[in-house]
């Protein structure tokens, strides 16, 4: 009797070898031989799920920036605690920052995907759409933040596109060699915090 395979199982293997190739060798190096190597599969398997290079590429870019923003809009339930305050916010704005080891990883990958959209437009639809919901949910935190009299903000269109723009920044400060350490990068979101809250 031929074996079952799960085919959404066999597709987020796939895309999880896709996410360790390409933070090891670049979106380059991330041939269909090198994909199937890694998730320990043939290559008519992986070509099986996905017809050509973009389609994989595709997958593995969106399955990132859903784990993301899952993650992020996940924490947003601590905007609802009674006791918030402006290390609640800080905390919440820290998931996007590569703190830690895995999170490193994930941030190399992002950034390579991004690099790679000027020489592969198919991949640019996924960034634009990552990009616009991490800013939907960073402006969802300020919004929040402003009722509870943590923050100040005149302006939640701006202030959205700052904060964010900062976090990117971040990101590759945090990334790049030498880099900034993790806490830097935390010390710096925290004082941004800090001069958005009121003063009277």
Known sequence: MPKFVDPTARRLKVGEAVLRVVGARGVEGASFGA?????GLAIGSV?????????????????????VTSRLRGRLESLAELDVDLGTVEEILAELLPVNEHRRLEGDVWLAFIAATRT?????????KASSGIR?????????????GLLRVEDLAVETE???SLLDGLTLAIIRP????????????????ESLAPTG
């Open 35 to 39: 994909i199937a190597e890694e998730a």
């Open 47 to 67: 070509r099986h799920y996905f017809p050509n290079h973009d389609a994989v590429l595709l997958f593995a870019m969106q399955e990132l920036a859903d784990r």
């Open 120 to 128: 592969r437009p198919v991949l640019a639809e996924v960034a634009e």
């Open 136 to 148: 939907a949910v960073v402006g969802h935190v300020l919004a929040g933040a402003e009722r509870r």
């Open 162 to 164: 700052r904060l964010a």
């Open 178 to 193: 030498p880099g900034i350490s993790a806490a830097m990068g935390r010390g710096v979101l925290r004082r941004h915090l």
